[in-house]
């Protein structure tokens, strides 16, 4: 609606300034015949440049110049104007010429219609042709071209041009040099109304500070300065102003205008645009993005000329806060994503991991150093942290209109991932003189790990002795699979130890006992091979936590105040802790419910986040599990 408004203000103003942009641009006399010399001066701005040009017309209706010229001399007519150099002008007049016999030859038809810019011009009652040296030509016809173009009436002349130097007077005058003795008499004649000249304006500005500093970021109660001293040639200007949210790609929408009708006089200059809005009771808000249109014209000769900037308001205040997942990353190195919770356009986001010597330590003393580089941005990423260290994320903003403001927070030492398994698959092979060999390949993890492989003999397909097989080396790291072939015999008891870990996670491994049996012979006589196996035991390596594939934990999101139930798959629960993230452990209640569940009561006053179910067994083994708790 308020569009709609400038539009109709533009358009009064358009009626406004319709007319000629100089003095009696029509050639209006208060008398008819010798009306331009200075003994009879009937036409208001005009004057004799030479001789004593005549108005014709009739007086209160419509009346017009008229001036000749032959041999060389004649009559002219001249008004003021300020001509800049180098400033482009658009001048429009109607012109017709004549002589005054029915059949006029070639030389009169050659002479000239002019138009020039000049100054210093005096004009006096001499049919003396001017001096034509401090002039320029701005159009120009001969005789015979103006009369084939107008016939008997007037021909409307539009030209534009540039002045080379300053000039202070427009020009009109006809030339026959040639005399009237062998012309037939002849003498040419010039007419001339409706003078206009459009000068050139130009709406230029840009906003600056209080110190004249060019800036389109502003502070919060920062004075906006609006600069259009760069404008030309305006006598009054338009301002408005429009406004959406920072980082918003929706429209503007119209918020004030510059006094009542947003018409002011006189040149843009310099303003100050939030005292001059702040009188009218409005104000510039930080948040947002603002569009000031202004138009600048010269009235009654140019309509506006209409420019547009930009600038915004930011606030001076902001926070450090920001969320962070832990994660574990595809070459198994633990990774961390922290995201800003407040992007306000302006601001800058800087980000360092600090290693500490003490776990959950955020503080300068506890700080070993900053690990990587210094990154910035609304979201970034550290990697290659470890488990074995203790880390923290230092999170600061600023900007100019923000002083530094920082959080730190701990990260927690463990990163849990999921689908993960110890499990491999035995295949076996021997040669002909009755020694076996078996190949054990790991089945595959979604992430990295490093992998060791080693061979026991397993009395009684016991997994728990440590002795192990002559001529086996433990085999790792990179390994997906190994091969055992020395001092392996068929029908002997061995386990194979698969363990994994990377930097997220700790030791985790499968044992599995087999031994190699002949299940019959091949078509050529030699034994058929096969692996048979005794069991699969998970363990986790002493005073380390494991995450298993074989417990069952539901719900899963779980809202605090409810219950949890575990399935223990035959650990025998002494205590169950629940972890935050930074590593405070909380001590749960529970009751067995079954010989294979134990129900867990999760207290109220936890907040919303990731935890860490701890279930310690009799056994030292322990059980590990990621729990959401939602609000």
């Known amino acids: 609606m308020r569009k709609i408004i400038f539009t109709k203000a533009l358009l009064l103003f358009w009626g406004i300034v319709s007319g000629q942009c100089i003095i009696n641009g029509t050639l209006e006399s208060t008398c008819t015949g010798n009306g331009f010399n200075a003994s009879n001066i009937c036409v208001n701005g005009w004057t004799a440049s030479h001789g004593t040009p005549t108005v014709m017309g009739t007086v209160g209706v419509n009346t017009w110049a008229w001036v000749w010229s032959n041999s060389g001399r004649g009559e002219g007519i001249i008004t003021n104007y300020d001509f800049q150099a180098g400033r482009t002008y658009r001048i429009t007049f109607d012109v017709r010429a004549s002589t005054n016999i029915s059949n006029p030859n070639t030389t009169v038809l050659n002479s000239t219609l002019n138009a020039r810019v000049t100054s210093g011009i005096n004009g006096n009652t001499s049919t003396a042709m001017p001096t034509l040296s401090g002039s320029q030509a701005i159009w120009g016809s001969t005789v015979g071209n103006a009369i084939a173009n107008s016939g008997t009436g007037w021909d409307t002349i539009t030209v534009t041009f540039t002045p080379s130097v300053n000039y202070t007077q427009l020009w009109f005058y006809p030339m026959m040099t040639a005399t009237p003795a062998g012309n037939g008499g002849a003498q040419i004649q010039m007419e001339v109304d409706n003078v206009s000249i459009i000068p050139p304006v130009t709406s230029v500005f840009h906003f600056q500070d209080a110190g004249g500093t060019v800036k389109t970021d502003f502070c919060s109660g920062e004075s906006v300065f609006l600069n259009g001293t760069n404008s030309f040639g305006e006598n009054q200007y338009y301002i408005d102003v429009w406004r959406r949210p920072i980082g918003s790609t929706a429209s503007f929408q119209w918020q004030a205008q510059l006094g009542a009708n947003g018409w002011s006089s006189g040149q843009a200059g310099l303003l100050n645009l939030s005292s001059i809005f702040a009188s009218q009771n409005y104000s510039f808000a930080a948040g947002f993005e603002y569009q000031v249109k202004m138009a600048t014209a010269s009235a009654p000769c140019v309509g506006w000329v209409e420019s547009t900037q930009t600038f915004r308001v930011l606030n001076n205040t902001a926070s450090p806060a920001f969320t962070f997942n832990s994660f574990c990353a595809p070459n198994g190195s633990m990774s961390v994503t922290a995201t800003a919770s407040y992007t306000a356009p302006g601001l800058n986001q800087w980000w360092a991991l600090m290693e500490t010597n003490v776990p959950g330590a955020i503080s300068d003393a506890a700080t070993i150093g900053q690990v990587g580089v210094v990154q910035n941005g609304t979201t970034v990423t550290f990697t290659g942290l470890s488990q074995t260290k203790s880390y923290y994320i230092k999170h600061g903003v600023y900007g100019n209109c923000i002083n530094w403001t920082e959080q730190r927070t701990a990260l927690p030492q463990s990163v849990f991932w999921s689908n993960y398994t110890t499990n491999f698959n035995l295949a076996p092979s021997a040669n002909i003189n009755g020694t076996v060999s078996v190949t054990a390949a790991a089945h595959s993890n979604p992430v990295f790990v490093n992998h060791h492989w080693s061979v026991y003999y397993a009395p009684n397909g016991s997994t728990s002795g440590n002795t192990g097989v002559p001529g086996n080396p433990v085999q790792c790291c990179s390994n997906a699979s190994a091969t055992f072939s020395a001092n392996l015999a068929v029908n002997q008891w061995y386990y194979i130890k698969h363990g994994i870990y990377n930097d997220c996670s700790g030791w985790n491994e499968t044992r599995k006992a087999f031994r190699v049996v002949i299940q019959g012979f091949l078509a050529d006589g030699s034994p058929d091979y096969a692996v048979e196996e005794y069991q ?96």
């Open 536 to 631: 699969i035991e998970t363990k986790a390596k002493a005073a380390q936590v494991s995450a298993t594939e074989d417990t069952v934990l539901y719900p899963n999101p779980v809202a605090a105040g409810e219950k949890l139930y575990f399935s223990t798959d035959g650990c025998e629960v002494s205590e169950v802790q629940l972890i935050d993230f930074t590593g405070k452990s909380h001590k749960l209640t529970f009751v067995k419910t079954n010989s294979d569940t134990i129900e867990i009561h999760l207290e109220p006053q936890f907040k919303p986040g990731v935890y860490t179910l701890k279930v310690m067994c009799k056994d030292a083994s322990v059980r590990i599990k990621k729990v959401v708790v939602n609000p």
